[in-house]
């Protein structure tokens, strides 16, 4: 499910389900981490080996009879990023030595005989158990069915309290105790356990080894908990997650459904259902809401520190004006030890970093294979996740609950003030630096998203796609609206800081490598499904009539907006609008021909060789020039090519201006950057022509300098000249209304154009510069004749 789960390349050891049970019914800490984390291993890829629609996604590792891979895997570098526990030396405690000694010579190091007894070891055997065939396009299949076959109700995962207790309570009683646990000792303390007075060096970022070991024990234990829900999701839903994650975009149309069974029912019992949506799913929320606070202290914690290094090097710059040479000596050895230790602490709190962010992405897993399951349980999911929180949920993170107070009031000021609403921690954790982050949190809130969106359920779409009204109306008096009015949809959030988000990585150029940059095409894929999805599910469906372009009951009903024509407006405005047109410009350019704008307005223009960043800009160009041209497919022009039809309504009215002006600024930012590219001005004159009320807004933007007989000027003046000519002539009347004159010359002269700049064009010495104007002032004059005549021919009708 995660990066690293997807791009395994060798096969784990497999898992025997007699010893798994065995394992989990027992109270082995270190034991039950190891087999939980080689659960999640060997279920993943079986899965995606079942499941997967690459033909040779293990050409190199066969499955024999018995489903035992002929190439032994080996989890032993699993175990090492399990019980990383950061104690800041290069050298590793005597215990994880013999632990690393005896597993890469396939005995235990308890068996050893260490004192040379001679003996013969007598121990008890467990047998390993059945590990289950692998059959491809079935699903369980495996160690997954092997295990439903002996527990259909996975007591050891689900009706276990020993494991499944949160900390501290349980198996993590223990371990938050005690300081030590069997992983630092000596020689002549082997396998005991030291108390709270042993040992102040197990201390790591503020957290001790137990806490530690219990943190990886219960992100381990969620993520098995993840796999094991997935195992009764549906084999359709799994392979269309499966394309999405491995990269294959184009097989999503044409292999799998865009939309889900809405009648499929969820196939886990119900006494196990109530365990997981009572008792496990507030925990997962908890910890989500507890990330996001604790990065924002972080935060905090990392300004506050860079302002006092900043005072600090001051003095010290003070300082050595006054000292002699050998007092510099001195100096510099004790700065040097400083600064040793500033990067100890560093590395402690980035791992530390790590370890909270694996127990997130555990949470994070859970509710994305929750919501496979059916969509009423998507339904309570979503509700639960975006319902208003308290400020007084506890932060476990040990020493930080003494700043509580500041922390959550700063805090939710920082997201809205007063009480925290539901969808708070989304916006924190897309806001946060990605220089701290690795991106996984960010991609696996997208595609938990996208699964939303895909399950195409009303219900579920009008709670993720919540817009605060005071953004559109951009009113002091609205802001002011109490707490409950200011509701961000996480679809909102997606599209608004998600696409922002990407926008910034890519104009990052201090990449670490292949790793990093695997991680952006991942982000890059999420946004590249968030787009298309909001294309085919939100937005009404092309045309598939002979003319598209005409506007009658069935192909313009306002029925083919799943949300409604205002609220998905309202979705797809202000950040959201600018955001796509921004990464729309990182495409690459198309044909000049009517043909190819048609053909991306039906989304079927076809490329090669992009990288996923162009493949997500070429979904949001789609989106874009749709929004901008596709009368009936537009949010922002349905009404206003249906008011002789009686849907201009009050609402429209008054939102129909402000949908016209930020579709001229996103015109405005196509043509700053492609301005000379033939065919972005041949869509703008189809824009024009197919919306006649964008002319007076897009003319007001139009902007001209001082005229200079340069390129730059030239150009301009053959630009606006341009735009005047193919522009429709303006309209007299509006439902029989005479329109102002004001408004009727703002349609036939750009606001840009003023009797100064003439003068200057004309009385310029360039032969060029002069024959622009010129050109500007006959075109002007053209239009204002032939609206005159309009109008005249309009009245002797009328009379």
């Known amino acids: 499910m995660s990066i690293r789960n997807r791009k395994r390349s060798k096969a784990p050891t497999p898992l025997g389900v007699l010893e798994f049970s065995s394992a989990l019914n027992g109270d082995d800490p270190l034991l039950i981490l190891q087999k939980l984390r080689q659960f999640v291993n060997v279920v993943g890829y079986e899965r995606r080996l079942a499941l997967s629609p690459s033909t040779d996604a293990d050409a190199n590792n066969p499955v024999d009879e018995s489903g035992e891979n002929a190439s032994n895997g080996d989890t032993s570098g699993d175990e090492e990023s399990i019980l990383s526990f950061d104690d800041g030396d290069a050298e590793a405690s005597p215990k994880r030595q013999k632990l690393n000694a005896g597993t890469s010579a396939k005995i235990p190091a308890w068996k050893l005989d260490q004192n040379n007894y001679q003996v013969p070891f007598v121990g008890t055997s467990v047998s390993k158990g059945a590990t289950g065939t692998i059959n491809r396009n079935v699903w369980p299949t495996g160690f997954m069915e092997v295990y439903r076959k002996h527990s259909p109700s996975g007591v050891e995962l689900i009706n276990n309290d020993f494991i499944s207790a949160v900390p501290p309570g349980g198996i993590h009683r223990s371990l938050h105790k005690e300081s030590i646990f069997c992983l630092n000792n000596d020689d002549?303390?082997?396998?005991?356990?030291?108390?709270?007075?042993?040992?102040?060096?197990?201390?790591?970022?503020?957290?001790?080894?137990?806490?530690?070991?219990?943190?990886?024990?219960?992100?381990?234990?969620?993520?098995?908990?993840?796999?094991?829900?997935?195992?009764?999701?549906?084999?359709?839903?799994?392979?269309?997650?499966?394309?999405?994650?491995?990269?294959?975009?184009?097989?999503?149309?044409?292999?799998?459904?865009?939309?889900?069974?809405?009648?499929?029912?969820?196939?886990?019992?119900?006494?196990?259902?109530?365990?997981?949506?009572?008792?496990?799913?507030?925990?997962?929320?908890?910890?989500?809401?507890?990330?996001?606070?604790?990065?924002?202290?972080?935060?905090?914690?990392?300004?506050?520190?860079?302002?006092q290094q900043k005072k600090q090097n001051q003095k010290k710059q003070q300082q050595r004006q006054k000292e002699t040479k050998g007092d510099h000596q001195v100096q510099r050895e004790s700065q040097r030890q400083h600064d040793n230790n500033d990067k100890k602490k560093q590395l402690q709190l980035q791992k530390r970093q790590q370890r909270e962010e694996a127990l997130l992405l555990s949470a994070v897993y859970n509710l994305n294979a929750l919501c496979h399951l059916s969509n009423g349980t998507a339904q309570e999911v979503l509700r639960k996740l975006?319902?208003?929180?308290?400020?007084?949920?506890?932060?476990?993170?040990?020493?930080?609950?003494?700043?509580?107070?500041?922390?959550?009031?700063?805090?939710?000021?920082?997201?809205?003030?007063?009480?925290?609403?539901?969808?708070?921690?989304?916006?924190?954790?897309?806001?946060?630096?990605?220089?701290?982050?690795?991106?996984?949190?960010?991609?696996?809130?997208?595609?938990?998203?996208?699964?939303?969106?895909?399950?195409?359920?009303?219900?579920?779409?009008?709670?993720?796609?919540?817009?605060?009204?005071?953004?559109?109306?951009?009113?002091?008096?609205?802001?002011?609206?109490?707490?409950?009015?200011?509701?961000?949809?996480?679809?909102?959030?997606?599209?608004?800081?998600?696409?922002?988000?990407?926008?910034?990585?890519e104009k990052r150029d201090d990449n670490d490598g292949g790793d990093a940059q695997e991680k952006i095409d991942s982000y890059a894929q999420c946004i590249t499904r968030l787009v298309r999805d909001v294309r085919e599910i939100i937005l009404p469906p092309p045309s598939m009539g002979e003319d598209a372009d005409e506007i009658d009951g069935a192909s313009g009903s306002k029925n083919e907006f799943t949300l409604g024509v205002s609220a998905t407006a309202e979705l797809l405005s202000g950040e959201v609008l600018n955001n796509l047109t921004k990464l729309s410009q990182l495409a690459p350019p198309f044909n000049s021909s009517t043909e190819s704008i048609q053909s991306i307005l039906d989304g079927d223009d076809a490329y090669e060789r992009l990288s996923q960043i162009e493949v997500a800009s070429v979904e949001s160009r789609r989106l874009l020039l749709l929004l901008l041209a596709d009368k009936r497919r537009s949010p922002f022009l349905y009404d206003i090519h249906h008011k002789a039809r009686g849907a201009w309504t009050t609402q429209a009215q008054e939102q129909s201006p402000i949908f016209l002006s930020q579709i001229s600024k996103a015109l405005h930012a196509i043509l700053a950057n492609q301005g000379q590219n033939p065919s972005m001005k041949l869509f703008l004159g189809l824009c024009l022509k197919t919306t006649p009320e964008l002319v007076p807004h897009f003319f007001?933007?139009?902007?001209?300098?001082?005229?200079?007989?340069?390129?730059?000027?030239?150009?301009a003046l053959t630009l606006i000249e341009g735009v005047i000519r193919e522009a429709p002539p303006p309209h007299s009347h509006v439902q029989g209304d005479l329109l102002p004159t004001k408004q009727i010359l703002s349609a036939i002269v750009p606001a840009c154009v003023t009797k100064n700049i003439l003068g200057k064009v004309v009385q310029s010495q360039s032969a060029l510069l002069v024959s622009s104007g010129l050109k500007i002032i006959i075109t002007i004059l053209r239009r204002a004749h032939g609206f005159i005549s309009s109008l005249s021919s309009s009245t002797n009708e009328i009379g």
Not at 255 to 269: H, L, Q, R, T, Y
Not at 700 to 715: E, G, I, N, V
């Open 700 to 715: 007001r933007l139009l902007q001209f300098s001082d005229p200079k007989p340069t390129y730059r000027s030239l150009a």
């Open 386 to 505: 975006t319902a208003v929180t308290s400020i007084s949920v506890k932060v476990k993170s040990g020493a930080d609950n003494s700043h509580r107070g500041g922390k959550f009031g700063s805090f939710s000021k920082a997201v809205g003030g007063g009480a925290v609403d539901g969808t708070s921690w989304m916006i924190q954790l897309f806001q946060q630096s990605t220089a701290t982050s690795s991106l996984e949190p960010q991609v696996e809130c997208l595609r938990l998203v996208c699964i939303l969106l895909e399950i195409n359920d009303y219900n579920v779409l009008s709670r993720l796609t919540e817009v605060p009204a005071w953004l559109l109306k951009q009113s002091s008096k609205q802001r002011g609206s109490s707490v409950g009015e200011k509701k961000f949809g996480m679809a909102y959030i997606a599209l608004r800081y998600g696409i922002q988000q990407l926008l910034e990585l």
């Open 188 to 307: 002549d303390n082997a396998g005991k356990r030291r108390g709270k007075g042993g040992g102040g060096s197990s201390h790591s970022g503020g957290q001790t080894r137990g806490k530690i070991m219990s943190i990886s024990l219960q992100s381990n234990y969620w993520m098995a908990l993840s796999e094991w829900i997935l195992g009764f999701v549906s084999m359709n839903r799994l392979k269309k997650q499966l394309i999405w994650e491995e990269g294959h975009v184009d097989a999503v149309a044409s292999d799998c459904e865009i939309n889900g069974d809405k009648s499929e029912k969820c196939a886990v019992p119900p006494a196990i259902m109530a365990i997981l949506m009572k008792q496990r799913l507030p925990e997962w929320i908890d910890v989500i809401h507890n990330y996001t606070r604790q990065q924002y202290h972080y935060a905090q914690q990392r300004q506050k520190e860079r302002n």
